[in-house]
């Protein structure tokens, strides 16, 4: 509407410009209408809005008060419908329309009516007066309707998208449950499916370790379902560390993982956070000289702490600081460029923690 409207007052100015020459007043007119045009519309384009303060300025000058002056004058040929200072009526009468509560744009165009209404009978142009008055609602009413019809189209296209939203997130919640009974079908049923056919010795190592690794994905399953209820949607964090969890049991680690009142995060941070997360449970498995690791995560508000702890080997923070080892790049830059932090605190021979927080 501010497009349609500034069009429509730059046709009218046009006319101002060749209709204006060199006489005096009337470029002081043409001035003050194009300066009115000027306050209303360039502010408008930027903020994406008329600005109810600038619309009634608009209708006050160029509206009402450069005709009046014109006729007071006799510098612009007020009873000639067709002039420009007459013309400029019926664009603010639009403006007004398109961008004024109704009952408002009724009282502005009202005024417009009547300001124009006394200037044409005053000189003398009665003749004329009813087709510049037609000329000046239907403008009105044309704005209105033009604008009522863009806002439902408007409404319509936030509702539809909204729509499609709401199915992209129901189908993201279905693809995710199918994957997870596959994965319940691949690890936790065939272990049973194993135990009732007796095919394997429930009492060896390997077998009760893969007993308590699918009964902790089970417990971390329960919680993220609890949590995905209790918030009304999917929670990204919980997300990310299930992922991370999964790699790191994929290569042999057993994870005891605890989730807690989990917030949702913005995606780059979700992501750096889970890489910071898989890198932490690498390195249990490839440095601790342990086999298991403990992963807690716990909601602060719309932050997260994560720790990572392992009994194993530990190290010298200030030799692994000073070399700038993978360590250092993998987890604490990964930390920083998001805005989080990463603290590392071990000794050799009383294991490992790592804890990571964001924001910092």
Not at 89 to 111: C, D, F, N
Not at 226 to 248: C, H, R, S
Request: glycine share 10%; with cysteine.
């Amino acid at each position: 509407m501010l497009l349609a409207t500034g069009l429509y007052r730059a046709s009218h100015l046009v006319n101002g410009v060749a209709a204006a020459g060199d006489n005096g007043v009337s470029l002081l007119l043409f001035g003050a209408s194009l300066a009115s045009s000027a306050v209303l519309f360039l502010p408008g384009w930027r903020q994406g809005e008329f600005g109810r303060a600038r619309l009634w300025c608009d209708v006050l000058v160029a509206g009402c008060l450069v005709p009046v002056l014109a006729l007071a004058t006799g510098s612009a040929p007020v009873a000639q419908a067709s002039a420009w200072v007459m013309l400029l009526g019926s664009s603010a009468a639009a403006a007004a329309a398109a961008g004024l509560p109704e009952r408002e744009a009724a009282g502005a165009v009202a005024l417009v009516v009547a300001v124009h209404t006394a200037c044409c009978l005053q000189a003398g142009a009665a003749r004329s007066l009813g087709g510049h008055l037609v000329s000046l609602v239907s403008s009105a009413l044309l704005a209105h309707v033009f604008w009522r019809y863009l806002h439902r189209q408007g409404v319509q296209l936030d509702e539809a998208r909204e729509r499609a939203v709401r199915a992209e997130a129901a189908r993201a919640r279905r693809a995710e449950r199918v994957a997870q009974h596959r994965a319940l079908h691949d690890t936790v049923l065939a272990t049973l499916t194993a135990i009732a056919h007796q095919r394997i010795d429930p009492t060896a190592p390997p077998f009760r370790e893969r007993c308590a690794r699918e009964a902790s994905y089970l417990r971390r399953l329960i919680q993220r379902l609890d949590e995905e209820e209790g918030q009304g949607g999917d929670v990204a964090a919980g997300e990310v560390l299930e992922q991370a969890v999964t790699a790191a049991e994929g290569i042999g680690l057993t994870v005891s993982a605890r989730y807690h009142a989990l917030p949702a995060l913005p995606a780059p941070v979700a992501s750096s956070l889970g890489a910071a997360v898989t890198e932490a449970l690498n390195n249990v498995r490839h440095h601790a000289g342990t086999s298991t690791a403990h992963l807690t995560a716990t909601g602060q508000g719309d932050g997260i702490a994560v720790t990572v702890a392992d009994d194993g080997c530990g190290f010298d923070t200030r030799l692994t600081r000073a070399a700038g080892t993978g360590l250092r790049q993998s987890i604490h830059s990964r930390m920083k460029e998001i805005g989080g932090a990463a603290a590392v605190d071990s000794a050799p021979g009383e294991g490992t923690l790592v804890e990571l927080r964001w924001p910092a």
